[in-house]
């Protein structure tokens, strides 16, 4: 048996710029944009966009896929931190933060996986997510700054509830809202 080939710095070149142009354009132009125009974003022929993906739902999949790899990498990194001696109450709720806006330029890319039936096949990354987000939580109940009920689920649904359609000052008061129904303490005024 033959072991298989590392792609070739090119065809590695090609496939991030066409992920990343399909984000763009799929967040400028919805989920109806045509691999036409994501071949012209990513300055490669539409030839080259379908070699590395077949179809419209296998690109928006990947995009996807992408998107929860970033998601995964930030929560590990959050819980780096705290190993390293940062505040776990902190670290989650600067992590939930991020989370909401990166998905103000993400939620067409979301959008356009339930109107294609995007799945992602390998949930590998959807699983560090978790697995990192729920440490940040156990740490934080362990200090005792977040209620022993919250739970990774609890987290999920801030992020699929949150004003990503309003603007910063909106989802940043939104924050400050929804913070102190996982923290112990309580909420200061203007908070």
């Known amino acids: 048996m033959t072991p ?11 496939r991030k710029k066409i992920l990343a142009a399909a984000g763009e354009q799929i967040t400028a ?11 012209a974003a990513a300055g490669v022929a539409v030839g080259t966009l379908y070699r590395h993906f077949p179809t419209k739902t296998d690109l928006v999949a990947a995009v996807v896929a992408a998107y929860v790899a970033r998601v995964a990498d930030g ?12 505040r776990a109450v ?7 933060g991020r989370v909401v806006e990166a998905s103000v330029t993400d939620r067409a ?22 697995a990192a987000v729920a440490a940040l939580i156990r740490a ?12 990774v ?30 923290t112990t ?3 200061q005024a203007g908070n």
């Open 4 to 14: 298989a080939r590392a792609p070739r710095a090119d065809a590695v070149r090609n």
């Open 29 to 39: 132009h919805g989920p109806e944009v045509g691999m036409d125009e994501i071949a």
């Open 75 to 86: 929560a590990e990194s959050a819980l780096g931190r705290v190993e390293a001696g940062a």
């Open 90 to 96: 902190d670290e989650l709720t600067a992590f939930l």
């Open 109 to 130: 890319v979301k959008a356009a996986a339930q109107t294609l039936g995007a799945e992602q096949g390998d949930r590998a990354d959807e699983d560090r997510a978790g």
């Open 140 to 151: 934080s109940q362990a200090d005792g700054d977040i209620h022993p009920d919250v739970t």
């Open 153 to 182: 689920s609890d987290i999920y649904l801030l992020f699929s509830t949150a004003p990503t359609d309003q603007p910063p000052t909106a989802r940043a008061r939104w924050l400050d809202l929804v913070a102190p129904g996982l």
């Open 185 to 187: 303490g309580a909420r």
